[in-house]
Protein backbone atom coordinates (compact mmCIF):
# COMPACT_ATOMS: atom_id res chain seq x y z
CA UNK A 1 0.00 0.00 0.00
CA UNK A 2 1.82 3.42 -1.11
CA UNK A 3 2.23 6.11 0.90
CA UNK A 4 1.54 9.38 -0.43
CA UNK A 5 3.86 10.57 -3.54
CA UNK A 6 5.31 13.50 -4.08
CA UNK A 7 7.25 14.18 -7.24
CA UNK A 8 10.01 15.34 -8.10
CA UNK A 9 11.81 15.03 -4.76
CA UNK A 10 14.48 17.56 -4.92
CA UNK A 11 13.82 20.58 -7.67
CA UNK A 12 16.16 23.30 -8.27
CA UNK A 13 14.82 26.89 -10.64
CA UNK A 14 16.46 30.24 -11.40
CA UNK A 15 14.96 32.61 -9.73
CA UNK A 16 11.36 34.16 -11.73
CA UNK A 17 11.08 30.61 -12.81
CA UNK A 18 7.92 28.74 -11.97
CA UNK A 19 7.59 25.53 -10.11
CA UNK A 20 4.94 23.03 -9.95
CA UNK A 21 4.97 20.28 -7.33
CA UNK A 22 2.54 16.84 -7.35
CA UNK A 23 1.45 15.35 -4.58
CA UNK A 24 -0.20 11.95 -4.79
CA UNK A 25 -2.32 10.89 -2.11
CA UNK A 26 -3.06 8.18 -0.14
CA UNK A 27 -6.33 6.11 -2.30
CA UNK A 28 -9.21 6.09 -0.13
CA UNK A 29 -8.54 9.38 1.79
CA UNK A 30 -10.73 12.54 0.68
CA UNK A 31 -8.30 15.09 2.39
CA UNK A 32 -5.15 16.81 0.97
CA UNK A 33 -3.12 19.22 3.13
CA UNK A 34 -0.39 21.14 1.73
CA UNK A 35 2.65 22.48 4.76
CA UNK A 36 5.65 24.46 3.97
CA UNK A 37 9.09 23.59 5.88
CA UNK A 38 11.84 25.82 6.87
CA UNK A 39 14.54 25.76 9.83
CA UNK A 40 13.55 29.33 10.59
CA UNK A 41 9.35 28.71 10.24
CA UNK A 42 8.65 25.33 11.17
CA UNK A 43 5.73 24.00 9.57
CA UNK A 44 3.41 26.38 7.85
CA UNK A 45 0.03 25.18 6.79
CA UNK A 46 -0.77 26.25 3.30
CA UNK A 47 -4.02 24.89 2.05
CA UNK A 48 -6.57 22.33 2.63
CA UNK A 49 -8.31 20.35 0.20
CA UNK A 50 -11.93 18.05 0.89
CA UNK A 51 -13.17 15.66 -1.97
CA UNK A 52 -11.47 18.08 -4.20
CA UNK A 53 -12.78 21.51 -3.17
CA UNK A 54 -10.89 23.86 -1.30
CA UNK A 55 -11.61 24.06 2.01
CA UNK A 56 -8.68 26.47 3.92
CA UNK A 57 -6.11 28.84 2.11
CA UNK A 58 -5.50 30.63 4.46
CA UNK A 59 -1.68 29.87 4.79
CA UNK A 60 -1.24 30.13 1.32
CA UNK A 61 1.04 33.68 0.29
CA UNK A 62 -1.30 35.92 -1.50
CA UNK A 63 0.73 36.26 -4.54
CA UNK A 64 2.20 33.47 -6.71
CA UNK A 65 1.20 30.58 -5.14
CA UNK A 66 -1.86 28.12 -6.18
CA UNK A 67 -2.83 24.61 -5.64
CA UNK A 68 -5.61 22.91 -7.11
CA UNK A 69 -6.89 19.39 -6.43
CA UNK A 70 -8.55 18.71 -10.71
CA UNK A 71 -9.43 15.16 -9.27
CA UNK A 72 -9.04 12.64 -6.13
CA UNK A 73 -5.62 11.25 -7.34
CA UNK A 74 -3.74 14.16 -7.21
CA UNK A 75 -2.95 17.92 -6.33
CA UNK A 76 -0.72 20.45 -7.61
CA UNK A 77 1.38 23.49 -5.63
CA UNK A 78 2.41 25.63 -8.32
CA UNK A 79 4.57 28.92 -7.23
CA UNK A 80 4.86 31.51 -9.87
CA UNK A 81 8.33 33.93 -10.44
CA UNK A 82 9.90 31.88 -7.61
CA UNK A 83 12.43 33.71 -5.00
CA UNK A 84 15.11 32.40 -3.10
CA UNK A 85 12.29 33.00 -0.15
CA UNK A 86 10.74 29.99 -1.47
CA UNK A 87 13.80 27.75 -0.98
CA UNK A 88 12.01 24.99 1.64
CA UNK A 89 10.56 21.44 1.29
CA UNK A 90 6.86 21.43 0.55
CA UNK A 91 4.89 18.78 2.26
CA UNK A 92 2.24 16.88 1.56
CA UNK A 93 -0.69 15.21 3.38
CA UNK A 94 -3.57 13.06 3.05
CA UNK A 95 -6.49 11.78 5.48
CA UNK A 96 -9.69 10.73 5.70
CA UNK A 97 -12.08 13.02 5.15
CA UNK A 98 -13.42 13.10 9.20
CA UNK A 99 -10.10 12.30 10.47
CA UNK A 100 -8.16 15.75 9.29
CA UNK A 101 -6.04 16.00 12.51
CA UNK A 102 -4.56 12.08 11.73
CA UNK A 103 -2.54 12.59 8.73
CA UNK A 104 0.03 10.69 6.25
CA UNK A 105 2.84 12.50 4.97
CA UNK A 106 4.67 12.45 1.89
CA UNK A 107 8.38 12.59 2.08
CA UNK A 108 8.28 16.54 0.78
CA UNK A 109 9.78 18.08 -2.45
CA UNK A 110 13.12 20.08 -1.53
CA UNK A 111 12.75 23.03 -3.75
CA UNK A 112 16.16 25.00 -3.75
CA UNK A 113 15.71 29.13 -6.11
CA UNK A 114 19.02 29.95 -6.85
CA UNK B 1 0.77 34.25 15.18
CA UNK B 2 1.62 30.95 16.51
CA UNK B 3 -1.30 28.96 18.04
CA UNK B 4 0.61 26.09 18.99
CA UNK B 5 4.35 26.69 21.08
CA UNK B 6 6.62 24.64 21.69
CA UNK B 7 9.10 25.67 24.52
CA UNK B 8 12.01 24.42 23.49
CA UNK B 9 13.82 24.06 19.99
CA UNK B 10 15.72 21.53 20.86
CA UNK B 11 16.36 18.87 24.07
CA UNK B 12 19.10 16.58 24.84
CA UNK B 13 18.75 13.51 27.38
CA UNK B 14 20.61 10.34 28.06
CA UNK B 15 20.07 6.84 26.66
CA UNK B 16 17.69 5.74 29.51
CA UNK B 17 16.00 9.15 30.62
CA UNK B 18 12.28 10.56 30.14
CA UNK B 19 12.29 12.98 28.03
CA UNK B 20 9.48 15.88 28.32
CA UNK B 21 8.24 18.23 25.78
CA UNK B 22 6.09 20.89 26.11
CA UNK B 23 3.46 22.45 24.07
CA UNK B 24 0.82 24.99 24.46
CA UNK B 25 -1.88 26.64 22.82
CA UNK B 26 -4.09 29.49 22.45
CA UNK B 27 -7.39 28.98 20.51
CA UNK B 28 -9.93 26.78 22.98
CA UNK B 29 -11.81 25.48 20.18
CA UNK B 30 -8.69 23.14 19.68
CA UNK B 31 -10.38 19.58 20.54
CA UNK B 32 -7.97 17.04 19.51
CA UNK B 33 -4.39 16.60 20.08
CA UNK B 34 -1.75 14.96 17.81
CA UNK B 35 2.26 14.47 18.47
CA UNK B 36 4.04 13.87 14.80
CA UNK B 37 7.62 12.35 14.79
CA UNK B 38 9.87 13.29 12.26
CA UNK B 39 13.58 11.51 10.97
CA UNK B 40 15.12 13.64 8.65
CA UNK B 41 14.72 13.22 4.89
CA UNK B 42 11.02 11.68 5.79
CA UNK B 43 7.46 13.49 6.28
CA UNK B 44 6.10 13.59 9.85
CA UNK B 45 4.41 10.32 11.14
CA UNK B 46 1.76 10.31 13.50
CA UNK B 47 3.16 9.28 16.69
CA UNK B 48 0.25 9.62 19.44
CA UNK B 49 -2.96 11.97 19.85
CA UNK B 50 -5.34 12.75 23.20
CA UNK B 51 -8.77 14.27 22.54
CA UNK B 52 -9.51 17.43 24.89
CA UNK B 53 -12.05 15.39 27.38
CA UNK B 54 -8.75 13.11 28.34
CA UNK B 55 -6.40 14.38 30.53
CA UNK B 56 -3.72 11.45 29.44
CA UNK B 57 -2.52 9.38 26.73
CA UNK B 58 -0.21 6.61 26.95
CA UNK B 59 1.25 4.12 24.30
CA UNK B 60 3.81 1.92 25.31
CA UNK B 61 6.95 4.51 25.80
CA UNK B 62 4.73 7.50 24.64
CA UNK B 63 2.40 9.42 27.18
CA UNK B 64 0.68 12.26 26.33
CA UNK B 65 -0.28 14.82 29.95
CA UNK B 66 -2.93 17.25 29.12
CA UNK B 67 -4.08 20.28 30.84
CA UNK B 68 -6.98 21.65 29.49
CA UNK B 69 -7.43 24.75 32.21
CA UNK B 70 -4.23 26.03 31.52
CA UNK B 71 -4.03 25.15 27.99
CA UNK B 72 -0.88 22.94 27.32
CA UNK B 73 0.05 19.40 27.15
CA UNK B 74 3.39 17.35 26.92
CA UNK B 75 5.24 14.27 25.79
CA UNK B 76 6.95 12.07 28.04
CA UNK B 77 9.12 9.52 26.36
CA UNK B 78 10.18 6.99 28.84
CA UNK B 79 13.44 5.27 28.47
CA UNK B 80 14.38 7.15 25.82
CA UNK B 81 16.53 5.34 23.08
CA UNK B 82 18.91 6.75 20.40
CA UNK B 83 16.77 5.62 18.04
CA UNK B 84 13.94 8.35 19.67
CA UNK B 85 16.35 10.89 18.14
CA UNK B 86 13.54 12.58 15.60
CA UNK B 87 12.04 16.06 15.86
CA UNK B 88 8.71 15.89 17.36
CA UNK B 89 6.11 18.57 16.64
CA UNK B 90 2.80 19.05 18.69
CA UNK B 91 -0.50 19.68 16.68
CA UNK B 92 -3.78 21.60 17.49
CA UNK B 93 -6.72 20.69 15.23
CA UNK B 94 -10.73 21.26 15.70
CA UNK B 95 -10.15 20.58 11.55
CA UNK B 96 -7.67 21.30 9.94
CA UNK B 97 -4.24 20.79 12.48
CA UNK B 98 -1.97 23.42 13.41
CA UNK B 99 1.74 22.58 13.92
CA UNK B 100 4.20 23.89 16.57
CA UNK B 101 7.95 24.69 15.54
CA UNK B 102 8.94 21.19 16.50
CA UNK B 103 11.97 20.18 19.07
CA UNK B 104 14.70 18.61 17.67
CA UNK B 105 15.11 15.69 20.56
CA UNK B 106 18.76 13.99 20.48
CA UNK B 107 19.14 10.81 23.10
CA UNK B 108 22.76 10.49 23.80
CA UNK B 109 24.26 6.65 24.02
Known amino acids: NAGVIQTPRHKVTGKGQEATLWCEPISGHSAVFWYRQTIVQGLEFLTYFRNQAPIDDSGMPKERFSAQMPNQSHSTLKIQSTQPQDSAVYLC????????????FGPGTRLTVL | QQQVRQSSQSLTVWEGETAILNCSYENSAFDYFPWYQQFPGEGPALLIA?????DKKEDGRFTIFFNKREKNLSLHIKDSQPGDSATYFC????????FGAGTKLSVKP
Open chain 2, 50 to 54: IRSVS
Open chain 1, 93 to 104: ASSHRDRAAEQF
Open chain 2, 91 to 98: AASYNAPR
